[in-house]
């Protein structure tokens, strides 16, 4: 890492992986990436991500040739501008993750994985995921080989009055949870 004063400790980088809402996952077949935006949960004990999908699709695909991955979170809070354009800066953080990508197959094994995805996104634990609705469904295990997270929060002031003017996770964008078993 270029700026060793910006690198989040194990615990910061851990606990941005719970919250943050959206990951990209980056992968790569002949020598051509993809990277797309996936709704995700993190288990810290087992250092596991896991990503659901439909089980067919090019992100499928290309995990199948070549199982190495990349995740990526991040979260922008302000643009501080300075007194001149080359004096500017990004309140952030993000972290990046490689790993490599395993398919689980074993219904009970699905259900137990749609359950913490609902609970996340969906606050939801009274419409429980059934092993029948995982007919459609491929979750998508990343086993983590390295992370690494990165901030930029010297300016704390602006970021807690960036904080209090945003709105929460609207109710309206959040995700259906039986569209979690596509």
């Not at 989040?8 to 719970?18: D, G, H, Q, S, V």
């Not at 295990?141 to 970021?159: R, Y």
């Amino acid at each position: 890492m270029l700026r060793k004063e910006r690198e989040m400790n194990e615990a910061n980088t851990a606990r941005f992986l719970l919250k943050a809402r959206i990951g990209r996952l980056g992968i790569c077949q002949d020598n051509e990436p993809y990277v797309v935006p996936v709704l995700f949960v993190y288990d810290p004990e087992t250092e596991v991500i896991y990503v659901h999908s439909s089980k067919r699709g090019r992100k499928i695909k290309m995990m199948k040739a070549n199982p190495k991955v990349c995740f990526e979170v991040d979260e922008m809070s302000k643009i501080v501008i300075g007194k001149s354009p080359c004096n500017c800066t990004v309140v952030y953080r993000s972290v990046i993750v490689f790993g490599e990508a395993s398919f689980i197959n074993d219904p009970v094994a699905k259900v137990k994985v749609l359950n913490m995805l609902i609970k996340k996104y969906a606050n939801e634990t009274s419409n429980e995921v059934t092993p029948e609705m995982t007919n459609n469904t491929q979750i998508v295990k990343i086993k983590i080989t390295s992370k690494t997270g990165k901030e930029n929060q010297k300016n704390q002031k602006l970021v807690r009055a960036f904080q209090r003017k945003r709105k929460p996770f609207p109710e309206a964008s959040r995700p259906d949870p039986d569209s979690l078993c596509v």
